[in-house]
């Protein structure tokens, strides 16, 4: 003979609202990880950038393959910050800021380029360089890679536009690759 087991009516009631609270618990869960992920989204699509280094006209700042964090809002730029500039080609750099607007690119008497007399180790390239004594436009800046001997920057392709500037790097993450 079976004996059926009835639920009370408290243990019924009980039942339920405990699905009830799980319910309540799974879409809390779900709306907050909407939240995370679209803040997330936000922050890094429009806040902060990731890009890895491709090539050596860095080192030794930044080694081919390093992740490289960027901040996107900045409006005004220092002698000495590593941008990421995104040329009208679609190709991206990474390169530091040597001068700003109105500062002179010359050539010094060994040869060596000078921002404003201040000797920068580097030298014109050969072909398809700017050409010297170079004056900064307004709202642009001079950039150079670290690595002078294996850099393409402006002293090939000029100045950059505060435009052509996606954002400044704040942090690099050793070698990735």
Do not use: C
């Not at 004996?3 to 009631?13: A, D, F, N, W």
């Not at 010094?108 to 000078?114: L, P, Q, S, T, Y």
């Not at 690595?147 to 090939?156: G, P, V």
Request: charged share 30%; hydrophobic share 40%.
């Amino acid at each position: 003979m079976d004996k059926e087991v009835k639920e009370s009516p408290k243990e019924i009631l009980e039942g339920r609202l405990e699905r009830i609270q799980r319910r309540r618990e799974w879409r809390h869960f779900l709306l907050e990880a909407a939240v995370l992920v679209a803040a997330v989204y936000i922050i890094f699509h429009y806040v902060i950038g990731v890009a890895f280094v491709s090539g050596h006209s860095m080192a030794p700042t930044l080694e081919d393959g390093e992740l490289v964090l960027f901040y996107r809002l900045d409006q005004e730029y220092q002698k000495n910050d590593i941008v990421i500039v995104k040329r009208e080609n679609e190709v991206f750099y990474i390169k530091r800021i040597m001068a700003s607007t109105g500062s002179k690119v010359t050539l010094d008497e060994e040869g060596m380029i000078a921002i404003d007399k201040e000797r920068q180790e580097a030298t014109l390239p050969l072909e398809d360089g700017i050409a010297l004594p170079y004056e900064v436009p307004e709202g642009a800046y001079f950039l150079l890679g670290d690595n002078r001997e294996n850099s393409k920057d402006s002293r090939r392709f000029g100045a950059v536009s505060k435009d052509e500037i996606v954002g400044r790097v704040f942090l690099h993450l050793g070698l990735v690759r």
